[in-house]
């Protein structure tokens, strides 16, 4: 038997251990490989979103291969931990260090070269099927099969470089071992694990810091940062101190400890949490990043199809007093014409509107409107006029969203414009009208009052905004991509975008299809990058759980000798690995949640995140259940092979 052959039967004898790691990169490799496939489709360059498409699956593979990269780092790692025995029993029948290190270099190259071949194979089986889905995910013109060299080459040169640099990179963790280490170094007595007093209440304040730097202002990127790095650093020192340190009280409680089994499974708790901390934090990290991604896309989806259902107006058109009314009348002709080309009725109504300062001074901006303009405006959408207003009275109209975001303060409102403040009293109402702010606050005052603030806001350097309104009655339904609002939406905004115009008109059909695409394409990447980091997190439980086997078996067989039953053991081994399973899932949703809600307004959304983030998190906990079944049903079958 030459070197090649023994390395080929030593992964061959090692197929329980290698297969979830062989079936992860395979999979890695797969992912790598379609989104190769959709990058170099020879149609996507001339397709709408052609551009940001390629660019946001060009980021996507980048993702993955970084993620591959580590993962395979990692894997590899714990193998060569676990196989220390074989390697110093191999060294005293005399291989010489330079044959096992060729040793695990073939093997880790054969691993890899199958991972390559079978995730390049199931791609191209698949690569049809994910063109079709991602197009309708997506909402892009069918995209045909073709051929994809270049896919080809791209992930078998990229992944042969990754296992290549790794094989010869990981020759170092066991380089300048002695014997005696390398025979006894999974078997070596382990210590009574030990919270650190200092790293227990660093790790306290770390989480905390991280809470206040999202939650104890209004966020920035600078409290963004601060919050990912002590919210990083802290969920280490959870699972490598906070959680030892419960167990041990756990272990102190005879309520809780002295009953059935559950000495048993708090003690081995306490060495599993401590060995697996590393783990653990990865796992939980992958998940969190997973939750918040999905979160993320989901609310901004919620987002979307919020303001397009709270937006009345179809179109509006906005100039400045400043702008050109010449151009202005010619644009206005224009879209009146095409609306009338398309056969639709529509009802039309202006607003113009001033600013306060308010914004400038880091509070909520709050758009004037006349009272006279309002009650047109009233009259063409068919909602309640204002009653005849004094000169401090004002009504202030919010969207539902505003409003629940920031409700209003008392009953009297002060108005900064240009260098003067006003006070107003004013009553609060919810309606739609409320669009025409953008921050969704408008504020009807007497026409003399507005008219009075209209010349001392341009006396100051400010504009008037001169809003025109289309209304189209519509089915009250999320627009398609071949809906009639939605065409002639996509039309105006072009026309509206070239050329010379007087001012600058919105399309909300418009606005809402090219959101929606975007948010589908984070969405359809989403998707796979969480299919791999779920199936990464699976596996590294797996391989953690695999190099522990040996030693699990050989206690649960010494328990079973003085009395310890098959379904004892169960128990404890079950309560054990699902510990490891779920307490990441439950640590990530918890932080997730935290994170999401403080990003979210910090990019001025109003969607609440719960339901996302808890979405996002059923989904990775039902497949971390499956995973679960299957790591325990083996995990258990190994081990009651060594009952007594």
């Known amino acids: 038997m030459n070197f090649p052959q023994f390395a080929f039967n030593n992964v061959r004898r090692n197929a329980r251990a290698y297969v979830a790691y062989l079936l992860s990169s395979s999979f890695m490799v797969m ?20 551009s940001m498409t390629r660019i946001g699956m060009s980021i996507a593979t980048a993702i993955v291969y970084v993620f591959a990269f580590f993962f395979v780092m990692y894997s590899i790692s714990v193998f060569l931990k676990s196989r220390n025995r074989e390697f110093g029993i191999l060294t005293i029948l005399g291989a010489e260090s330079r044959q096992i290190n060729l040793l695990i270099f073939l093997e880790n190259i054969l691993i890899g070269a199958v991972a390559i071949l079978t995730g390049i194979a199931a791609g191209l089986m698949l690569s049809k099927v994910f063109l079709l ?93 601060i919050a990912a790095v002590t919210g990083i650093a802290g969920t280490y020192f959870f699972y490598s101190q906070l959680s030892v340190w419960v167990v041990k009280k756990l272990q102190r409680s005879r309520s809780a ?110 758009m004037l409107i006349s009272q006279s303009q309002f009650n047109r405006l009233a009259s063409v959408m068919n909602i309640d006029p204002v009653d005849q207003l004094g000169e401090t009275e004002s009504v202030m109209i919010q969207s539902p969203e505003t409003e629940r975001k920031y409700p209003p303060q008392g009953n009297t409102l002060n108005v900064r414009i240009a260098e003067s403040t006003y006070p107003f009293q004013f009553v609060s109402r919810t309606d739609r009208a409320a669009s025409l702010s953008y921050r969704g606050k408008l504020l009807v005052v007497q026409d003399e009052v507005f008219e009075r603030l209209e010349q001392e806001h341009q006396a100051g350097g400010g504009y008037v905004q001169n809003n025109t309104v289309f209304m189209v009655p519509d089915s009250g339904k999320l627009p398609g991509k071949e809906d009639a609002e939605t065409k002639l939406g996509v039309e105006l905004t072009e026309w509206s975008r070239s050329g010379d115009h007087g001012g600058l008109l919105q399309s909300r059909a418009e606005n809402y299809y090219t959101f929606k695409q975007t948010f589908s394409l984070f969405s359809f990447i989403g998707v796979f990058i969480a ?35 098959s379904r004892e053991m169960n128990v404890s081994a079950t309560i054990q690995i699902a510990v490891l399973f779920f307490i990441p899932i439950a640590v990530a949703t918890l932080q997730s949640l935290v994170v999401l809600g403080p990003v979210m307004e910090m990019m001025n959304s109003m969607s609440p995140v719960y339901v996302p983030v808890l979405t996002a998190s059923a989904a990775f906990l039902a497949v971390q259940a499956v995973y679960f079944l299957i790591v325990r049903a083996r995990y258990i079958k190994a081990v009651n092979k060594t009952m007594v």
Not at 537 to 562: G, P, Q
């Open 257 to 366: 400890a002295w009953k059935g089994t559950n000495l048993l499974w708090i003690s081995e708790m306490s060495y599993k949490l401590k060995d697996n901390a590393r783990m653990l934090f990865l796992v939980t990290v992958v998940v969190a990043l997973a939750c918040m991604s999905t979160g993320f896309v989901l609310a901004s989806q919620q987002s979307i199809r919020d303001s397009y259902m709270s937006n009345p107006f179809n179109f509006r058109y906005t100039t400045y007093s400043d702008g050109d009314k010449t151009k202005a009348g010619d644009d206005l002709a224009y879209i009146e014409q095409s609306l009338r080309t398309e056969g639709m009725k529509y009802r039309v109504a202006k607003a113009d509107l001033i600013s306060d300062n308010s914004y400038a001074a880091g509070k909520e901006e709050t």
């Open 133 to 225: 889905v991602s197009t309708r995910m997506i909402d892009m013109d069918d995209l045909p099969f073709y051929w994809p060299a270049k896919a080809i080459l791209l992930t078998a040169g990229a992944f042969i470089l990754l296992f290549l640099f790794i094989s010869m990179f990981t020759l170092m963790f066991i380089r300048k071992r002695q014997v005696l280490d390398l025979l006894t170094g999974s078997s070596k007595p382990k210590k009574e694990p030990k919270a650190n007093v200092f790293t227990f209440l660093l790790g306290i304040a770390l989480l905390s810091t991280g809470y206040w730097a999202l939650h104890g202002k209004k966020l920035d990127e600078i409290g963004l940062m």
């Open 31 to 50: 992912i790598f490989f379609t989104y190769a496939v959709f990058v170099y489709h020879p149609k996507i360059a001339n397709s709408e979103m052609g």
């Open 531 to 565: 299919l791999i980091f779920s199936v990464s997190s699976a596996s590294f439980l797996y391989f953690k759980l695999h190099t522990e086997l040996t030693a699990d078996a050989v206690m649960y067989r010494s328990l079973s000798k003085i009395g310890l039953s």
